[in-house]
């Protein structure tokens, strides 16, 4: 699953953070630009009279760009004995990078949740968040089997699926039950259902509908303990994969049908 073509969910994020970045950087670089234009059009000016309006002109900006160029650097000479003296100005700045990286990360897998259509897409989302963004190196997603009161296992990342059975619902299989006891989607701070050789189990949920779970078996080898920033990254599962797996359920046993003025309103004013 997580070998599925196309850009991963932190690429895509990272894409949104370098286009959001550049921009102003761009823009420096096309004043920059222009000042070196201006500058090689006043050197090859060099014969034109000081009352050349053009050159005037020209020669006015310069001293404003060199002004400008003064004041930025005793701004930064400023701003680094500040840095030294209070000795936390860059920290600072790494812990704002960090969360804005976390915001759009979330950002992403929000947008890739909801423009998901099939359960496949779902659960391929899934994956790629919990391999991403929360680093889980075998997990396995179940499906819920209403009617026998079952969670059959759908997908399995790091292992072979054939590991896998079922789990019962009624009574809950070990772990199980202390995570579905919010009944709904999970919160941090709820129970997480651990057991031995399980760091959780996380329900999927669509209001108070349980519609999967998924039980998260290992970090990756790089990983050793959740951290604070992945708690918003289990709600977000949580939820959104369960909202897109009810939704992909609907949609695949729906009866196509047009949009229709007059059934629009009634839905409207039901």
């Not at 947008?111 to 968040?129: G, I, M, S």
């Amino acid at each position: 699953m997580s070998d599925e073509s196309g850009p991963s969910l932190k690429q895509q994020t990272r894409a949104f953070l370098r286009e959001f970045f550049t921009k102003g950087e761009e823009l420096v670089r096309d004043l920059i630009a222009e000042n070196e234009r201006l500058r090689n059009a006043l050197a090859h000016k060099g014969i034109v009279t000081t009352q050349d309006p053009t050159a005037v002109a020209v020669e006015r900006l310069m001293r404003q760009v060199e002004a400008l160029e003064a004041e930025c650097n005793e701004i930064k000479r400023i701003a680094g004995s500040v840095e030294r003296e209070s000795g936390g100005y860059r920290d600072r700045l790494n812990v704002l990078e960090h969360e804005h990286y976390q915001l759009a990360a979330m950002y992403v897998a929000g947008n890739q949740f909801h423009a998901a259509t099939t359960v496949d897409e779902v659960l391929r989302t899934c994956t790629e968040v919990l391999l991403n963004f929360v680093g889980i190196g075998r997990f396995t997603v179940f499906g819920v089997d209403e009617e026998r009161q079952a969670l059959c296992p759908l997908l399995r990342e790091g292992g072979p699926a054939s590991e896998v059975d079922e789990l019962s619902l009624s009574p809950p299989a070990a772990g199980v039950a202390e995570a579905l006891a919010s009944g709904g989607a999970w919160r941090s701070g709820h129970p997480l259902g651990a057991t031995n050789g399980v760091l959780a189990h996380l329900p999927l949920a669509s209001g108070t509908r349980l519609v999967g779970l998924v039980r998260l078996e290992r970090f990756l080898p790089q990983k050793t303990a959740f951290v604070d920033t992945d708690w918003a990254m289990l709600e977000l599962v949580s939820e959104h994969a369960g909202i897109g797996i009810e939704s992909a359920w609907i949609r695949a046993h729906a009866r196509e049908v047009p949009l229709r003025r007059s059934d629009l309103e009634q839905l409207v004013s039901a």
